[in-house]
């Protein structure tokens, strides 16, 4: 069985054996209470719910040694905790009151005046219950790592119960007696939750940033054209683009239509191609309405006084490693931009590849709403294909679409006229916030660049489809044959190249992106280490505890930053314990893959990986590009729910924060 389905599998399993002891412990006390013989019936029925329920914790505790397998993070909370508070008692209820239920099936009674009856019948199988439900808050609340202040709350309010139950079951005496016994473990939480603190959850030296010493991220900017004080006599080329942002109508061919943020008036933006060694400068205007904006209400604070109102905008370019003060994220790396407000980005484009932008301010309202665009880098020398377009892959409202070389998007299928014989790439990018399976068929095709990064030895693939990762880019490489090729994104048909006729959608296997083309030469040693583990837990964020999206417990911004100092190379181990898919993206660098679940990967450096419920993904990361960077999930509505934080050089701090409505996710 996978880890994903155990987990799933665990979750079902907590909340049965909650119930079933529950259950029983309802019917023992009912059965006790009852004459002989309708006692006789209820505590047959009570001794049948307690085997099942003794069947059933015997079934968590196998499900949580399968999941050990997968790690450590997994199972941390349940080992120590979950698992304990309910298998103990329930070996004491299987030992105590399992022999007198079944006697009380006999004779109608177990023995005893009624309430010593219920104190020793029933108070096991009530604080097995007590201890049932504990193991569920501890998933909830705890996570991983298991904090001594977390274990401590549960174990204070359990204890409460039981104690309140045993003071409640006894001869009648006055309830002040509950009370106190409640009051006094009520008050032993109190005390454990202020000297609790939390187990150290990593190797690395965390703290949040660097404390405003060191390098200000705002002097790592890209390059000055010459003309602007940059290297005197170097023959650059400056290629210059404004981009505004400005509210626009999105109108799909099937009737639908949007109220968008756009920049430049189309959605997509303008594609944004450049050659390799080129100067890129980009004038960002925000021409947004000063409130609101189309009906939709800013969600960030401004702050009085200031011209920060409205729908403030960044761009931040994804994929592409551009020096720390370009990569554009409010709070982190500069203010947001207000309406009315500009912002210079400069960066040379050395990397050649498939890269796009978007803002970053309110990103999970910002980008599914219009506000990105498509970058391209040509290599100085051209790639063999004559044939190149770019695909951007957006959902409008529920209706995904496809834009060609950024036209305006079509919710039908799009049609695309090729010389047959002609080399054609196709950069596929991912714009929206869930994965997406590809499948091309018609000719067999490579996956010749993942991220923007070439492949290398890429295999010829035939009928086989892709996972592409939020955020994700493929470019598909094929020769146009005689006859019609078809682009599949989920199960939709989205392009059709030479038509009319369509081939049947590529129906193959998913191929594991992990292990395809030749292996790199990957590094043996690291330099520092650390683990992610991404779960859905009750966690403090915007100033209250919620649901949240956490890393290692905690959500944003209460998640310890990262430091690591240039020139190292970092392991990352990225667990998924939850049972949402997470696209991680790292700012700023594109990591290495070293391992999926265990499985040596080929190395393929990524930037959005998609780290599935119970997969372990291995990332290398060589800090090579000093700054504050972004670090976070790319299911933008997950980063808005808490997982985001910094990855922080030592030696650079940042003068920008969540104050004057900054507000990244
Ligand atoms: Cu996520």
Redo the contacts with the bound molecule.
Sequence with gaps: MTTARLIALDQILFVLVAAAWAATAGIALTGLRQPAAAGRRTLLIAAASCAAAIVMTALRVAVTAGLAGAGWWFVAEKVTLALPLVVVPALVSAAVSLPRLLRGTATGSTGGSTAGSARVVAFPLLVTAYGAVAGIACGVVISYPVTTGGAAAVLALFAAASAVTWRLLGPARSPRHAWQAAGTCVLALALALTIGGGWPSGHLHTGHDTGGRGVSVDLLRGPAPASAGGPAGARERIRRFTLTAQPATVRLPSGGGAEAWSFNGQVPGPVLRVRQGDLVEVVLRNRLPVQGGSGQENTGQPNPGQPNTGQGVTIHWHGYDVPAAEDGVPGVTQDAVWPGQTHVYRFRAEDAGTYWYHSHQNSSVAVPRGLFGLLVVDPATPVPESEDHVLALHTFGSRPTLSVDGAAPSDLLTRLALPPGARTRLRVVNTDTQPVVLGLSGAPYRIAAVDGGDVPGATDLDGARLHLAAGGRYDLTFTVPSGPVLLTAGDRPTLLVNGPATPPPAAGPVVDITRYGTPAVLPARFDRETTWV?DKTLAVSGGLPRLA?TVNGKAWPNIPTPVVRQGETVRIRVVNRGT????MHPHGHHVRILSRNGVPATGLPMDTFDVAPGEVWEVALVADNPGVWMSH?H?LA??AQG?EFHLAYEGVSTPYDMANGNHPA
């Design positions: 991404l999206q949402d898919t997470h696209p999930c299911d997950h980063a997982m």
